[in-house]
């Protein structure tokens, strides 16, 4: 009795794909210290590739130089700026911690009120509830200061990656391009979707946010909100919060602002960040967001949880990328390997009706 043989051809290509994989793995696990740094350079490619290659291609510029020139670009407003930010906040996050005092005073204010209010006063605001949000919150301040040299290093890794990848974009390109085994109007599906997830995020996200930081200063201060600059820049911050946004900062202020007996500035405080901090975010998704890329609301709030977890900051752009690819790739196999059934049913329906 004869029994087939598999072709070696087959064994040797299945393989190279496991060695493949392996190695990736591999690097991916003892570089995964320097990964914001690829994903940094990876968003940074993609948003300056139109003006490199116009410069480089059409007015002949030189690449070396002409990456020189985006990185210091980054560096001036992308960088220094968020720095900048970072080195504003933590001073002022720390003293306001620090004030222990005033937040149990407010603390207790904000308790006696709640504590004669249907379904309010069920809520646990004892002693030991708020050591145990202050002792939750302060965690995430030394991991913010131990990180600063994670981050100096990053940005290292950002722009030297980046330099490379422009220097060598068109090789890179097609290298890629050669390696994808689809369609040419399969990788175009993929290229659109990855270039409109990272540009819609990476310029989005950071326009959305410092516009409802703006806003929300500007109410904290006509309404009496002490420290309104450093609150306004935490508003904008908590719109990547998913579901909630500046929610989960206005609402407390609001909460003790009426606790403190300022009803008139209370309410008028709600109506303000309720109607215009919270309907920006419609009116930039109808204007603005719309000509970068029209994201689905869905692919938005979940991604941003995905990323979050895999990726730190870097997640708001990638993870909607990720979410996203799940609906382009069952799109690409469609196209690859279900073009033929496709066009069977829609030609002969009768087929699967009788099925």
Not at 15 to 23: E, N
């Amino acid at each position: 009795m004869k029994y087939k043989q598999i072709n070696n051809n087959s064994i040797n290509q299945v393989m190279l794909i496991i060695i493949i994989i392996l190695i990736c793995i591999l690097v991916f696990k003892n570089l995964l210290y320097y990964l914001p740094g690829f994903l940094g350079a990876t968003t940074l490619y993609i948003l300056f590739r139109k003006s490199y290659f116009r410069l480089t291609e059409i007015r002949r510029w030189n690449r070396s130089l002409t990456s020189g020139l985006f990185i210091i670009l980054s560096i001036i407003f992308i960088v220094l700026p968020i720095w900048a930010l970072i080195d504003y906040l933590v001073p002022q996050i720390n003293h306001s911690l620090e004030n222990k005092e005033e937040i149990v005073a407010k603390f207790n204010t904000l308790k006696t009120y709640m504590s004669d209010k249907p379904f309010l006063k069920d809520i646990d605001m004892s002693d030991t509830a708020l050591l145990g949000f202050l002792q939750r919150l302060t965690r995430y301040v030394p991991n913010i200061i131990n990180s600063v040299a994670e981050v100096a290093v990053n940005i290292i890794v950002t722009f030297f990656v980046l330099y490379f990848m422009q220097v060598h974009a068109k090789r890179m390109e097609a290298t890629l391009y050669r390696a994808l085994p689809f369609s040419r109007e399969s990788k175009r599906e993929i290229w659109d979707e990855v270039n409109l997830m990272v540009r819609s995020n990476a310029i989005g996200i950071p326009i959305l946010g410092f516009c409802q930081g703006i806003v929300a200063m500007i109410g904290y201060w006509i309404f009496g909100i002490e420290n309104f600059v450093l609150l306004g820049l935490l508003t904008g911050i908590s719109s990547i919060v998913p579901i909630l946004g500046t929610m989960t900062i206005y609402i407390p202020i609001c909460a003790i602002t009426l606790a403190a007996g300022q009803t008139g500035n209370a309410v008028g405080l709600f109506i303000y960040c309720f109607i215009l901090v919270g309907g920006i975010d419609n009116v930039l998704r109808f204007t603005i967001l719309k000509t970068i890329g029209n994201v689905p609301p869905m692919i938005t709030v979940f991604g941003v949880l995905l990323g979050l977890n895999m990726f730190g900051m870097l997640g708001l752009i990638f993870g909607p990328l990720i979410l996203s690819s799940i609906g382009v790739l069952i799109k690409v196999y469609s196209q690859e390997y279900g073009k033929g059934v496709v066009r069977n049913a829609i030609e002969h329906p009768e087929d699967d009706l009788e099925a």
